[in-house]
């Protein structure tokens, strides 16, 4: 419980002054915060806390491997809303390009090639 306390807080609290940030200190130092690794930070605590440093190590891999899926997503995202769609139609359309850049991804890793 502890866990998901502390993801909601740091997560919220980031996208909370991201708005504030972007407006203050400009959109590319908004942009590096979006993507502070809040939840990875918190979520490698406790694993390694409940599970250890081998469970951190593979678990961590696992996120280097994703980094495409992120970019995806992003990219994604910026092309839509430089063209004009709505914001709830670039991310969903952003959240779609996730989900084609991840299958391939887990299908792979769940196959165990490493």
């Known amino acids: 419980m502890l866990q998901a306390v502390v993801r909601f807080v740091v997560g919220g609290v980031l996208v909370a002054t991201l708005p504030a940030v972007a ?18 930070f918190a979520g490698l ?20 491997y994703g980094l495409p899926t992120v970019f995806a997503f992003l990219l994604t995202v910026h092309v839509t809303a430089d063209r004009g769609l709505t914001l709830p139609l670039a991310l969903v359309a952003g959240t779609v390009a996730w989900f084609v850049a991840a299958t391939p991804i887990a299908v792979w890793r769940s196959r165990g090639s490493h």
Do not use: D, I, K
């Not at 407006?23 to 939840?39: D, Q, S």
């Open 23 to 40: 407006e203050r200190a400009g959109t590319t130092t908004a942009g590096l915060l979006l993507l502070f690794p809040a939840v990875s």
């Open 45 to 64: 605590l406790f694993l390694g806390r409940t599970q250890g440093l081998p469970a951190v190590a593979s678990t961590s891999m696992a996120a280097v």
